[in-house]
């Protein structure tokens, strides 16, 4: 499969239009992933589906995309990373912002929601509403179905129970049979939009705090720079960048600096000295 | 070492959950009901209880606050079991005195996730 011409075509699509590698070791995935979009199109079989990709189906191309992106995900998934932004990244910004009380977070790639309303549950904790604060919460994800899924905010059993405590479980969802829905109140903290990483970042608001973790290990080492520099052309100059833990060792989070004794957080320049006391625990 | 009680109706699940307890390091212990449950407690209380929500004359629920109402605190944990066709009412569960919920069938990942949420392993 892997020197078939459609499939080098597909890793070229998928490179050109979202950015990810479809490394050679992960070929195994093409099958599992592609056969839904098979059976959506009425194609044959793969190779059937591979040969219309080059004929450029807009609506094709968008599945084949969806249907390769990883969505994976959970509720507080990596806790560390949200203890993190609770403890560090939220009361420097609440000091640093206390004059317009306004907080602008992006969540970069949100998959089924999970990772966006885990910060408004803790946006929610903080009751930073209640003290007048105005929050705008961004969420994307290239895939329009889990967009989709975000925005209706229903999960299975199996969805909420991981990383979600019981407690914040019973508070914020309600259950609906089998499922469980986040309520209304959370919902509402959370502006969903479908959006390429390699798209225009000219809508999105200056950002406080970017969420972009478990992504830009898709991405080849142009891509993540490229992604890299346009967060950082979005980023207010104190904001802070979230990647995944296992991501931060990584060199390629080049012109950010690594917070002291936090794996995953970094800022776009080191913050002074007198700040940067109440920045780290 | 720690001990974990595993109440459930069905020998075969006390059996996967006690193997995957004992590779973390668990002492275990089994009641396949609540009147067991309690009479196992009363022996020697655990660390931890692992329990069916749905059991069968004393339901999880009414065993859990039994044992409350005979413990002080919040020992021991109680990680309470439910399935997805036949899920426990978790506020009931909360208000008994659970302090997590497991989704059956559970596996060692689950498990040990759900120990280190309530700081056991």
Redesign the interface.
């Known amino acids: 499969m892997t020197h078939c011409p459609d499939y080098s075509y597909l890793a070229n699509v998928l490179l050109r239009r979202a950015g990810i590698v479809l490394a050679e070791k992960k070929t195994h995935m093409i099958e599992t992933r592609l056969m839904p979009v098979v059976r959506r199109f009425g194609f044959r079989d793969i190779p059937s589906l591979l040969k219309e990709l080059h004929y450029g189906h807009e609506a094709l191309v968008q599945a084949v995309i969806e249907a390769m992106t990883t969505n994976d995900s959970a509720f507080f998934r990596d806790r560390k990373t949200f203890d993190e932004f609770r403890d560090i990244v939220l009361p420097a910004l609440k000091e640093a912002r206390s004059d317009t009380k306004q907080l602008k977070i992006w969540c970069t790639a949100c998959a089924a929601g999970q990772e966006p309303y885990s910060i408004a549950m803790l946006l929610d904790d903080a009751k930073l509403a209640d003290e007048g604060w105005s929050i705008t919460l961004v969420a994307t994800d290239i895939n329009s179905q889990m967009i989709a899924r975000a925005q209706e905010g229903v999960y299975?059993?199996?969805e909420v129970?991981?990383?979600l405590?019981?407690?914040r479980?019973?508070s914020n969802f309600t259950?609906e049979g089998?499922n469980w829905r986040i309520s209304d109140h959370l919902r509402r903290m959370v502006t969903f939009r479908t959006f390429n990483l390699l798209d225009s970042y000219g809508w999105l608001p200056d950002c406080d705090v970017v969420f972009c973790r478990n992504v830009l290990m898709y991405f080849d080492l142009k891509t993540r720079a490229s992604v890299l520099e346009r967060i950082g052309d979005i980023l207010m100059p104190d904001g802070a960048l979230l990647v995944g833990p296992a991501e931060s060792m990584d060199s390629y989070i080049l012109g950010y600096v690594l917070a002291d004794s936090a794996p995953g957080l970094f800022y776009k320049s080191r913050p002074a000295p007198a700040r940067r006391l109440s920045l780290v625990k | 070492m720690k001990t974990c009680l595993v109440v459930d109706d069905s020998r075969v699940i006390r059996k996967v959950a006690c193997k995957i307890l004992a590779d973390l390091s668990f002492e275990t212990m089994e009641a396949e009901n609540g009147a067991e449950a309690l009479m196992a407690c009363r022996r020697k209380m655990p660390d931890v209880i692992l329990l069916d929500g749905q059991l069968p004359q004393m339901s999880g629920i009414d065993f859990l606050k039994s044992l409350r109402s005979e413990t002080k605190g919040n020992h021991p944990v109680v990680l309470i079991c439910t399935t997805e066709n036949d899920p426990t009412d978790l506020s009931e569960a909360i208000i008994a005195g659970a302090d997590e919920y497991i989704l059956k069938p559970f596996d060692r990942e689950l498990i040990a996730a759900k120990l280190a949420e309530v700081g056991l392993v």
Do not use: K, T
């Open positions: 299975s059993q199996f129970q991981r990383g405590p019981i407690r479980l019973v259950q089998a």
